[in-house]
């Protein structure tokens, strides 16, 4: 598979056209696709559009961003102006975006060809992209299995060589689960390095975007292009300097022990592949310690409270008078009733319910309350642990992909498929799954490494040395 950053040098050498680079990538999209499953919509026309002004930019001798001729997927929760964005929702079918999201425009300043929008759970909501109202996408490394989710279609385009790279959005672990599952690099930034604007919201103190790649050259790049302080986010932050670190040697890697084998939290498979990823990094002179992180046990519950009362708040714009979907009713209530029942999926409208009676009046204190004090005590766990490591080592999921329909009719059990992602969100900081081995019978497992905030360097450096030392 081409990597971005060839790709990118090529095109600037001219030893190859970006208009060449978007007929392969094409090319491959029409041959595979249609069993993955990864592409919601392919914009053939403006990209092929963008791909000859980066030519004829070439042509003129002017200078070439560092995406020049990549071409990249987007969720289909970022907008892009002029084109569809739909959430993988019916409520938003056909709803075309008069703005584009700072990380899309990001890319598209440095040269990047914008090649379709990716698949993806109804509002990023789920860890399978079972919950998308238009199509099932398959994971390519075994099509009976999902990919993972929310960002399903994603990293199914990136495993698939559809794209180098992907954007995707991780609200509990929505890029780092379906890196895993699908054998990919998963970067989900540092909270705030990421503008949200023109990303569609689901949990705003959560959500990021962030990044699918092949290579962790390439999830370096593109992590480069699309972090920028944007004063259309409040959230947003200037990336501080000086966090650089090279080399794994000498490195503090913490073991969190409520995730150790014998836990009962991941499966043998993971358990065997998590040992051999410690041994390798043991040889290339990391040193590791045990660490607690004795509240990860609330993460989960925590995570649920909390996410789905920003969603509650979140989406209630979708009332079907602004924009999307409208079905017509006597009252305007009717309206409100009809529209949002015909919509939203089952997954969507349990946690809006969810979200709303932990916000309601007599449940506040005793739930979004709660949850916002154990997410304080998670996010001081880490604290502390960092106090004595630089990076957190961790299994990036329980298990291997799963098959469809699995878990599908257990929310539950799929909740928990985002065990060892959640807490990162919950507390802000850096996470980034890396493909660690396979299981026995082919499906790929991740490892997860965690860092605090702005310390994306040293998590590239850990993948860069570890990728390296598996060749």
């Excluded at 990293?155 to 895993?180: E, F, N």
């Excluded at 909270?191 to 092949?214: C, H």
């Excluded at 009676?357 to 997410?375: C, E, F, M, T, V």
């Excluded at 502390?384 to 799963?402: C, G, H, M, Q, R």
Aim: a neutral charge.
């Amino acid at each position: 598979m081409e990597k971005a950053t060839e790709i990118a040098r090529q095109v600037k050498e001219k030893t190859i056209s970006a208009v060449t680079v978007l007929e392969h990538h094409l090319k491959i999209i029409k041959e595979k696709d249609g069993k993955i499953g990864a592409f919601l919509e392919i914009f053939e026309d403006s990209a092929m559009a963008q791909a000859r002004a980066v030519d004829e930019k070439a042509a003129k001798g002017l200078p070439l961003g560092r995406m020049a001729g990549v071409p990249v997927a987007i969720k289909d929760n970022m907008l892009y102006e002029g084109h569809k964005t739909t959430c993988g929702s019916k409520i938003l079918e056909g709803y075309v975006a008069p703005y584009t999201a700072t990380a899309v425009q990001n890319l598209i300043n440095e040269d990047a060809v914008i090649i379709g929008r990716a698949n993806m759970d109804e509002f990023a909501m789920g860890s399978s992209t079972e919950n998308s109202a238009f199509k099932r996408t398959r994971n390519p490394a075994n099509t009976d299995c999902v990919p993972g989710g929310s960002s399903g279609g994603s990293a199914a385009a990136v495993a698939a060589g559809m794209c180098p790279i992907a954007l995707g959005s991780d609200t509990g672990g929505s890029i780092r689960q379906p890196a895993a599952f699908c054998g990919t690099y998963g970067l989900k930034p540092t909270y705030g390095s990421v503008s949200r604007y023109g990303l569609v919201a689901f949990a705003s103190s959560l959500d990021q975007i962030g990044v699918f790649a092949n290579s962790i050259e390439d999830t370096a790049l593109a992590f480069s292009v699309i972090s920028s302080h944007d004063p259309k986010d409040a959230t947003s932050v200037k990336y501080p300097e000086g966090c650089n670190i090279s080399g794994v040697r000498g490195l503090r890697i913490g073991l969190p022990k409520e995730y150790a084998a014998g836990s009962g939290a991941m499966d043998a498979e993971v358990t065997r592949i998590f040992g051999e990823t410690v041994n390798k990094l043991e040889k290339l002179g990391a040193k590791f310690t045990e660490i607690s992180l004795p509240h990860t046990r609330y993460a989960v519950p925590a995570y649920y409270i909390v996410a789905s009362s920003e969603a509650s708040s979140n989406l209630g714009r979708f009332d079907g008078i602004r924009y999307g979907l409208s079905v017509k009713g006597e009252a305007l209530s009717d309206v409100y009733k009809k529209t949002r029942g015909q919509g939203f999926g089952p997954e969507v409208k349990r946690r809006i319910m969810l979200g709303t009676y932990s916000l309601s009046s007599g449940y506040y204190d005793a739930y979004y309350l709660k949850a916002q004090k154990i997410r304080t005590l998670i996010k001081r766990d880490f604290d502390e642990a960092f106090k004595n490591v630089d990076v957190i080592l961790t299994p990036t999921t329980p298990s291997p992909a799963f098959k469809f329909g699995e878990k599908i009719s257990d929310p539950l059990a799929m909740y928990l498929s985002d065990i060892f992602t959640i807490p990162c969100n919950l507390a802000g900081l850096a996470g980034l799954s890396v493909p660690a081995g396979l299981s026995k019978d082919g499906r790929p497992i991740g490892a997860q490494f965690l860092t605090k905030p702005f310390n994306e360097s040293v998590m590239f450096s850990l993948g860069s040395e570890l990728a390296h030392a598996a060749n």
